[in-house]
Every structure is written in structure tokens, then in C-alpha cells.
């Protein structure tokens, strides 16, 4: 499980103090994929990147009691400088995994051909997106962390994505954050509200989606 302890997460703007989560406690359990779900700058990709450990609550404490990975859809913990082979590399070592298992695993999951050679910092996002996905399914994880992207690339590549992702939830659990409702049934079965830096929980991912229209709505 992943239990947030009076997790606080702000920031000044324009002077003024702005809260992504304000003395947060609450626990994500095994067994359930959890979509997330608030309006545009609620932060929902901050929570996801402090639920991943990349970045530091302001107060309070994560405690992590398993395998998680880091966003899908955050390309930003790669080194610009380094070759795609080299952040793979760093990112197995980081993790304890087999590094040439998961170099190859990556070689010929993400299909960058030549490019897999050449600095990140000359990628597309496409072709970060492909790398940083590759090197996600690449490692087991207890959770997986999804911020908005489950696929890429043209049509066969899209159906490989969602294959092996599909297979991986088989074992594991995901906390998703997406604007497509349909991406949030197929995947979720339970959901979390970001508003006004409270989170809100639902046991049923149909009364989250209810609950956040309603919020949208209201302003």
C-alpha cells in the first residue's frame, strides 16, 4: 500500500500561497486501480509525481510499502545529454533491475531503431513517451502511475502498448489521471477527487467521474 501522513504540497504564486494537497492523510490499498480526477491546475500530476517520489511534500510523509513506478506520462526524469541506451541503464540501476535485460527489453519494445543511441535532448515527445513507456513495462511494479498517456505512435504500436499494459494490471495496480471518462472506466474501479486541495474518495469510479462533472459545473 502507499499511505500519504499529513501531506501538505504548496507553492507561492503571485504572492500568494497556493495548496496542490493541504494536510492530506489517506491510504491507497492493493487490490484496486484508483482513477484521479480534477479540473485543469488542480494538480493532479503534481500528486502523481509525489505519490512516485520525484518530487518532495513541503510537509508531511509518504510512506511507500511497495514497487512503484514513476508517472508514464512524465518524460522529465531523463538526462537530455545521455543516449536513450544510457538512461535505460541509469533507470535499471536505480531500481535494482538486470541491466542489459531491461536495455534489450527496451531496444525492442520502444522501436526507436538508431535513435535509441542518440541524446534524449534531440527526441520528439513522441519518442521520449515511447522510451519512458518501454522502460515502465520493462520493470515489475506494484503500482503503476499513468498520467494521461497508456499509448503512442501508429496503430500496431498502440495495439502493443495496450497489450502488454493490459497484462501487466493483470499483477498489479494503477492510480491513472485522464480527461477521457472512457479511459477511466475501462481501467478503474475506484476514484479520487482532487478539489481545492482536498482529495475526496469513492469506492465507485462512476460517482468520482459524478462528482468532479458536478465540480466543473459549479465554476
Do not use: W
Amino acid at each position: 500500500m502507499i499511505r500519504l501522513d499529513h501531506v501538505t504540497k504548496s507553492f507561492k504564486h503571485k504572492n500568494e500561497m497556493r495548496y496542490i494537497v493541504k494536510d492530506v492523510s489517506f491510504t491507497i490499498p492493493r487490490g484496486d486501480s484508483i482513477g484521479l480526477l480534477g479540473r485543469n491546475g488542480a494538480g493532479k500530476s503534481t500528486l502523481l509525481r509525489l505519490i512516485a517520489g520525484t518530487i518532495k511534500p513541503t510537509a508531511g510523509r509518504i510512506h511507500r510499502f511497495a514497487h512503484v513506478s514513476f508517472p508514464l506520462g512524465f518524460q522529465g526524469s531523463f538526462n537530455g545529454s545521455l543516449t536513450g541506451e544510457q538512461n535505460v541503464r541509469f533507470v535499471a540501476r536505480i531500481y535494482g533491475c538486470d541491466t542489459e535485460e531491461l536495455v534489450e527489453y527496451v531496444r525492442d519494445f520502444a522501436e526507436l531503431e538508431n535513435a535509441y543511441q542518440m541524446p534524449v535532448k534531440t527526441y520528439s515527445s513522441g519518442m521520449k513517451a515511447r522510451l519512458a513507456f518501454g522502460v515502465s513495462m520493462g520493470i515489475k511494479f506494484d503500482y503503476y502511475l499513468v498520467d494521461e498517456i497508456t499509448a503512442v505512435g501508429d496503430a500496431n504500436f498502440k495495439k502493443k502498448c495496450k497489450r502488454i499494459f493490459e497484462e501487466k494490471l493483470e499483477h498489479s495496480d494503477i492510480v491513472m489521471v485522464s480527461h477521457s471518462n472512457a479511459s477511466l472506466k475501462e481501467y478503474c474501479t475506484t476514484g479520487i477527487v482532487l478539489e481545492d486541495g482536498n482529495l475526496t474518495y469513492y469506492p465507485n469510479i462512476d460517482d468520482a467521474i459524478g462528482r468532479h462533472n458536478a465540480n466543473m459545473a459549479r465554476r
